[in-house]
């Protein structure tokens, strides 16, 4: 029990560390790269990269009937999601960026709740509240200091078309596979992206030097088939929650890369912003420790 709590662990502390690390390397790769075609390059090798680990299971993918789910699944979750998000990486710091997008935990809750009428309490109703302040704090600080108010914009309608996403898929979790969910929504969203790049952008104006190279394999292998593939074996261990909880640590290291190896600015609203964001997220994700024990126990 002991060990396989640790594998867990690790599993999870990797899978976050993946996930901030993934801000500043796309803010580093940017300069060299039109963001269309980027994201769209991203979106399409890892969704191939992760089809060719799941042949075996090509039977569950039931393209006939699921075709219609996979396409508006990949119009949120990689075509708006990838897309506005590596846009709008081109206005603000990666790190700063990543707050804005993740608070998108806490618009999936208010969402779930509209929708899927998922139960609100008032714990998660000051979760909330708490985490508009936060966004508050950072557009304050992108009108009174350097930060681009179009960015702050972009993060936020980034956050929303991926929570967007997130219901549609739970709201169709029973008629699809997850793995298989995952790698067509990035196929097909990530050729609308390289259509629209070719259309909008030019091949031309990649610059395929190392830090590119890098940026581009990073989000193709470790952004999509070994994050996700990691994110469904701990939801299908039934550690939820616990990815849930610990979502809040990504903006956090977004931060912290992005500051030491970037030289991305730290102010004091970015902070008071990023505390509030990290404590609405986990507010938002929060078990009570009876709910705890009782999901130990089954």
């Known amino acids: 029990m002991s060990k396989a709590f640790t594998k867990s662990t690790m599993a999870l502390l990797v899978l976050i560390l993946v996930w901030g690390a993934s801000w500043p ?3 580093l790769a940017l300069p060299y790269t039109p963001p269309l075609l980027f994201s769209g390059m991203r979106a399409t090798i890892g969704g191939v990269l992760l089809g060719i680990l799941l042949l075996k299971r090509l ?3 039931n393209w006939r009937e699921n075709w219609k789910l996979y396409c508006i699944s990949a119009l949120f979750n990689t075509t708006l999601f990838f897309g506005i998000q590596t846009v709008g990486l081109n206005y603000l710091p990666g790190g700063l960026f990543s707050i804005l997008v993740y608070f998108q935990p806490v618009l999936l809750g208010l969402f779930a709740w509209i929708w899927l009428g998922e139960f609100m309490t008032p714990v998660k109703i000051i979760g909330l509240l708490i985490g508009f302040l ?3 704090m950072v557009s304050l600080d992108g009108l009174t200091f350097h930060v681009s108010i179009i960015g702050v914009v972009l ?3 980034t956050a929303i078309c991926w929570a967007f996403g997130v219901i549609y898929v739970k709201s169709i979790r029973d008629r699809v ?5 995952v790698s067509l929504q990035c196929i097909i969203g990530g050729a609308v992206l390289l259509g629209t790049g070719t259309y909008f952008e030019s091949w031309s104006e990649i610059q395929w030097n190392s830090t590119y190279i890098f940026g581009l394999s990073y989000g193709a292998i470790f952004g999509i088939p070994i994050s996700y593939i990691i994110y469904y074996k701990l939801i299908n261990e039934g550690e939820a929650s616990k990815v849930g909880s610990y979502t809040f640590l990504v903006p956090i290291i977004a931060v912290f890369i992005g500051a030491v190896f970037l030289d ?3 102010t004091y ?3 008071i912003g990023l505390i509030m964001v990290g404590a609405s997220i986990f507010i938002v994700n929060f078990r009570s420790k009876k709910k705890l024990i009782n999901f130990v126990k089954e």
């Open 59 to 61: 039977d569950k993918i």
């Open 25 to 27: 390397i796309y803010k």
């Open 269 to 271: 609203l970015l902070i």
């Open 155 to 157: 993060g936020i309608v």
């Open 177 to 181: 596979d997850a793995y298989w969910m």
């Open 134 to 136: 936060g966004i508050l």
């Open 264 to 266: 991305e600015p730290i």
